[in-house]
């Protein structure tokens, strides 16, 4: 069995290293990037694609990336910072006033990622409806249905009311979906505030 894996490796590399060879330097350098972490020296290579001798530390690996490949994980990388830098601002902001919403501040940056909708919406309105989560009903934080309806938890709650709020609920959809901001905080309360969409705004602008 394992003579039989040597093989098919020593097959792969030989495969892989001609047909590098064949290509123009350019292209080579364009399209491919070789790696290969291992304690081998130039001799131990050479001698384990032509003989199958693998040297005493054999953990190695290799990797075949392209530059696509490298570029995708670049932009995810720096995604994944721009999303915690958000949620550490809403969580900042909740916690400078004691506001029980702390500690969500990925879930709301998920959530408007996932409904796109500004990812500060959710938590001004938040501030606005209940002060954070100080006064509320029904785990409502967010006073949604007048804070008639019930959550779990304030988890439940931001996915429920960010999906209504990115047009995701076919009953609110008419209100919510394409809307811009403004015009989403004027069918949430401004038709009974005409101020709301204001008010919520500059709280976002502080988050």
């Given at each position: ?17 001609f ?23 130039s001799s ?13 530390n ?9 530059k696509?490949?490298?570029e ?56 606005r ?16 249905g ?16 960010a ?15 394409d ?19 204001a008010e ?8």
């Amino acid at each position: 069995m394992l003579n039989k894996q040597k093989n098919l490796i020593r097959q792969a590399l030989l495969i892989f290293t001609f047909g590098l060879l064949s290509l123009p330097s350019t292209a080579h350098a364009k399209m491919f990037s070789f790696s290969m972490f291992m304690p081998m020296s130039s001799s131990d290579i050479h001698n384990f694609i032509f003989s199958g001798n693998i040297p005493k530390n054999d953990n190695y690996f290799l990797s075949f990336t392209t530059k696509e490949d490298s570029e995708l994980k670049k932009a995810e990388d720096l995604k994944a910072k721009e999303d915690l830098v958000k949620a550490e601002r809403i969580d900042a902001y909740f916690a400078k006033r004691s506001m029980p919403l702390s500690g969500h501040g990925m879930e709301f940056v998920i959530a408007a990622e996932k409904y796109n909708i500004d990812w500060r919406l959710l938590p001004a309105i938040g501030v606005r409806e209940s002060s954070g989560g100080l006064h509320l009903m029904n785990n409502n934080p967010f006073g949604w249905g007048s804070a008639k309806i019930p959550f779990t938890d304030f988890s439940e709650a931001i996915e429920v009311v960010a999906m209504n709020l990115g047009g995701g609920n076919p009953n609110t959809a008419r209100y919510y979906k394409d809307a811009d901001t403004k015009k989403k905080l004027w069918y949430y309360n401004g038709t009974v505030i005409p101020s709301y969409p204001a008010e919520v705004i500059d709280i976002m602008e502080m988050i």
